[in-house]
T-cell receptor, first 110, second 111 residues
Framework: KQEVTQIPAALSVPEGENLVLNCSFT??????LQWFRQDPGKGLTSLLL?????REQTSGRLNASLDKSSGRSTLYIAASQPGDSATYLC?????????FGKGTRLHILP | DAGVTQSPTHLIKTRGQHVTLRCSPI?????VSWYQQVLGQGPQFIFQ???????GRGNFPDRFSARQFPNYSSELNVNALLLGDSALYLC??????????FGPGTRLTVT
């Protein structure tokens, strides 16, 4: 049974710092891994999608890496801003099922 | 281009009642997935439909059912509502197993 774990559960950092969010999964046989952002009470916004054959994806200040063999992914956020405050979720997909972690609540201090 | 749309935005129901939630995917997307998100938790997978056929089902009771229409829109039905069904219900569309695009969700409160 696939399980997805995100560490830490919550994180507060001063504005301008670089930070790393972690995601681990127990079954390496995945189709892809996706990182999402969720603002309170809202839906999910896709940030980055990494196919199983890829190692990383970049979009602006965001970089996500995937190490399928070890069951790990990281989301790197450079030069954090107060507007980055949100919950960040990772999800892995396989066989038409998508499994989410519980998320990391990120608070950027002005 | 319109994104994924869901209706209604908010809904309040009483225990034992039935509810129908609706989702319209992004134009051209043939896959629709439904998720339940309880406060403080990640979304839990309920169903995936592709080309009007059920392709995946999560660990939810038979009170939960769904269908996809010829225009690829979808409905999620929940019978005999329980207090524990209170949650944000999210719909996502995609090209088969590609990137998932989520709608704003329907907030269901069961009293």
């Amino acid at each position: 049974k696939q399980e997805v774990t995100q560490i830490p559960a919550a994180l507060s950092v001063p504005e301008g710092e670089n930070l790393v969010l972690n995601c681990s999964f127990t079954d390496s046989a995945i189709y892809n891994l996706q990182w999402f952002r969720q603002d309170p009470g809202k839906g999910l916004t896709s940030l980055l999608l990494i196919q199983s054959s890829q190692r990383e994806q970049t979009s602006g200040r965001l970089n996500a890496s995937l190490d399928k063999s070890s069951g790990r992914s990281t989301l790197y956020i450079a030069a954090s801003q107060p507007g980055d405050s949100a919950t960040y979720l990772c999800a892995v997909s396989r066989d038409d099922k998508i499994i989410f972690g519980k998320g990391t609540r990120l608070h950027i201090l002005p | 281009d319109a994104g994924v749309t869901q209706s209604p935005t908010h809904l309040i129901k009483t225990r034992g009642q039935h509810v129908t939630l609706r989702c319209s995917p992004i134009s051209g997307h043939k896959s629709v997935s439904w998720y339940q998100q309880v406060l403080g938790q990640g979304p839990q997978f309920i169903f995936q439909y592709y080309e009007k056929e059920e392709r995946g089902r999560g660990n939810f009771p038979d009170r939960f059912s769904a269908r996809q229409f010829p225009n690829y829109s979808s409905e999620l039905n929940v019978n005999a509502l329980l207090l524990g069904d209170s949650a944000l219900y999210l719909c996502a569309s995609s090209f088969r197993q590609g990137e998932q695009y989520f709608g704003p969700g329907t907030r269901l409160t069961v009293t």
